[in-house]
Nanobody
Framework: QVQLVESGGGSVQAGGSLRLSCAASGYGHSRNCMAWFRQAPGKEREEVAYIYFITGSTYYADSVEGRFTIAQDNAKNKLYLQMTSLKPEDTAMYYC????????????????WGQGTQVTVSS
């Protein structure tokens, strides 16, 4: 059974940095995509970044472009999200997701989800 476990969330002041990690286990097949989503109270879930493994391409939402970096460590089966220049509007629960059901990454229709890690940015 595939499991995704996020870590690295916390509380920081605006302008600070955090690195989120997602540890994946139980895989018996190749993945097409892995992504980071976030959801703030009262707001829709937002896909903030993904990696498309077939081409190695990455995507970032406009709201995080230039501040967040998604990266993978295949040897450790981990996905990371390096977040810098954090803003109060980045406050949300962050989720790791793997294996898009659609074959493309810009979707929230993923097979596997982590439990989330909270990021709180104060002004």
């Amino acid at each position: 059974q595939v499991q995704l476990v996020e870590s690295g969330g916390g509380s920081v002041q605006a302008g600070g940095s955090l690195r989120l990690s997602c540890a994946a286990s139980g895989y018996g097949h190749s993945r097409n995509c892995m992504a980071w989503f976030r959801q703030a109270p009262g707001k829709e879930r937002e896909e903030v970044a993904y990696i498309y493994f077939i081409t190695g391409s990455t995507y970032y939402a406009d709201s995080v472009e230039g501040r967040f970096t998604i990266a993978q460590d295949n040897a450790k089966n981990k996905l990371y999200l390096q977040m810098t220049s954090l803003k109060p509007e980045d406050t949300a629960m962050y989720y790791c997701a793997a294996d898009s059901k659609r074959g493309y990454c810009f979707t929230d229709d993923y097979n596997y989800w982590g439990q989330g890690t909270q990021v709180t940015v104060s002004s």
